[in-house]
């Protein structure tokens, strides 16, 4: 190991071998401090020839390789293992945005460039990069690609998959396969990018990539609602996009107990309604698109049927980023409670509220005041079934029910044909559950793949597949 770290050193700078105790601890650790791991060392390269440098010099000593972005995932995906053999490496020095072609629609940045900056660099030629995540201040495009990220603007613009055109990626022989194509169709064989895309850092490093930029949408409505039901919050979409269409870009759930908390955290309740499910709309469209009409006329024809119970609407931007905090908040504000069992689950959308009536049965019987802070993108059909603990359960002991009560909610959702993980991935957290609930058909397709991509199994061990 001493003969490695001595080449990665040469081969990056002294300085950029991270070895001491103090040095690699923000990088052992997930930012909850649910996963934590002991890091060999962490390299930190500052371009694809030092990436590449540093994967030729691992894969030669039989070494693996645990990239990190911004490390603000939720499945342990960047945290290597406790036994001390595996190298963390962190992207953060790959910052360049490459070059913006406003005319042709794309960006090309590196695989450490924070989302913020993305969205930033896209503003700075009037275009949109309509990835939004309540991470986006720290987490990494590199990260957004190889945990194909989602969020709040996945209705209408889809999932980080539907936003990369091109790749660069460094194999985990060292080889780098440039994939930085801007093309809109290419045909020619199996498309590599996307099977890189989601990932997890398992089959290669991603970085840089194309990304995809859309017309800015300075236009934008925003709404709290209060809702008599989840069976509301689904038959609202249809009637949403009926007077929205493409420029229905957000519908967001938040149950009562969520907004109670972020409330209590100091933010702002706007709505002086005893409803039990609230939720987040926004249409947005070019400058003087009529979104706060079609906003109004389908928020009237909603309170008509009986979708919407009451309903306020931004009138200022200040306004807009409160009503978005009530959203964006909860994840955050929920760790005031203590540990939190996380669940990212899908289901199709007309079997959510089936989804929750079941779960707030079976997980009361499993443990009596279990407190379920329930919230997510609705309209995808993503709910973020969380659970705190009961007031009088130690955090630990609570802890101790994860894989019990987690079966329940999985179970669940397997039986509406829903998947276990919607939008975070599996990392180490999650692999061998998502295992449980796919054909061996399929696990056998993703092993071969793995297989035939990285052969020697260096590439994020544990991760993904378990
Ligand atoms: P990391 O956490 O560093 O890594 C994540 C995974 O990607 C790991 O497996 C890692 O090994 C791998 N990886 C990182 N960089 C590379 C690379 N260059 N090449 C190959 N593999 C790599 N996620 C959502 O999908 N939707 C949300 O709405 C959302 N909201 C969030 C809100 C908050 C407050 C927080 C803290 C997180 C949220 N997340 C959300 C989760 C997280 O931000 C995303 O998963 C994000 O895409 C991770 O980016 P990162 O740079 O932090 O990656
Ligand atoms: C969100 O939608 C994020 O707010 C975070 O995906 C969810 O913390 C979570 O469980
Ligand atoms: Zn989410």
């Known amino acids: 190991m001493t003969d490695l770290l001595s080449a990665l050193r040469d081969a990056i700078g002294d300085e950029h071998v991270l070895t001491e105790e103090a040095d690699i601890s ?48 939720m499945c342990g995906g960047a945290i290597p ?68 990220a989602g969020g709040t603007a996945v209705l209408r613009y889809g999932m980080m998959r539907s936003l990369v055109l091109g790749l660069e990626v460094v194999l985990p022989d060292g080889r780098v396969w440039d994939g930085l194509r801007s093309l809109r169709k290419d045909n020619t064989g199996y498309d590599l990018t996307q099977l890189y895309i989601g990932a997890e850092g398992t089959l290669g490093i991603v970085t840089a990539a194309v990304l995809t930029l859309h017309p800015a949408t300075p236009a934008r409505a925003t709404a709290w609602v209060a809702l008599p ?42 709505l002086a309604s005893d409803a039990e499910w609230f939720g987040l709309i926004e249409l947005a469209g070019p400058f003087g698109a009529s979104v706060d009409d079609d906003l109004e006329r389908a ?24 009503l978005w905090a009530l959203r964006e908040r909860v994840s955050e504000a929920q760790e005031s409670l203590g540990p939190t069992i996380k669940h990212d689950v899908s289901v199709p959308i007309t079997s959510l509220d089936e989804l929750v009536a079941d779960l707030g049965v079976s997980l009361a019987d499993a443990l009596p005041g279990i407190r379920p802070i329930i919230y997510g ?38 039986a509406l044909g829903g998947s276990i993980s919607a939008e975070h991935g599996l990392g180490s957290g999650k692999a061998a559950a998502a295992a449980a609930y796919k054909s061996e058909v399929e696990v056998d397709l993703m092993r071969a793949v793995k297989d035939a991509l990285d052969p020697a199994g260096l590439m994020n061990p544990g991760k993904v597949l378990s």
Do not use: M
């Open 81 to 148: 293992s406790g036994d001390g053999s595996q190298i963390v490496l962190s992207l953060g020095r790959l910052r360049a945005i490459r070059s913006v072609d406003a005319a042709g629609g794309t960006i090309t940045v590196e695989a450490g460039v924070v989302l913020a900056e993305v969205q930033t660099a896209a503003a700075a030629v009037d275009r949109l990069f309509p990835l939004s995540l309540g991470s986006e201040g720290s987490c990494t495009v590199g990260g957004n690609i190889a945990t194909n």
């Open 377 to 414: 993108h609705v309209g995808d059909g993503n709910l973020h079934y969380n659970l705190s603990r009961p007031v009088d359960l130690d955090g630990a002991d609570f802890v101790a029910h994860t894989d019990a009560l987690s079966k329940i909610v999985h179970d669940a959702t397997a």
């Open 229 to 270: 039901s989840v069976a509301a919050a689904a038959s609202l979409l249809p009637l949403l996009r009926e007077y929205a269409a493409e420029r229905l870009t957000t519908w967001e759930l938040v149950a009562r107990p969520a907004l109670d908390l972020v409330v209590d955290a100091g933010l702002q309740d706007p």
């Open 26 to 73: 923000p990088y052992a650790a997930d930012w909850r401090g649910a996963y934590r791991g002991t890091p060999l060392a962490v390299a930190r390269p500052s371009s694809t020839n030092e990436v590449a440098a540093v994967v030729r010099l691992a894969h030669e000593a039989g070494v693996a390789i645990v990239p990190q972005g911004g490390n603000t995932g």
């Open 299 to 322: 928020l009237g024809a909603a309170v008509e049927q009986g979708l919407v119970l009451d309903a306020a609407i931004a009138g200022s931007p200040a306004q807009r980023a409160g």
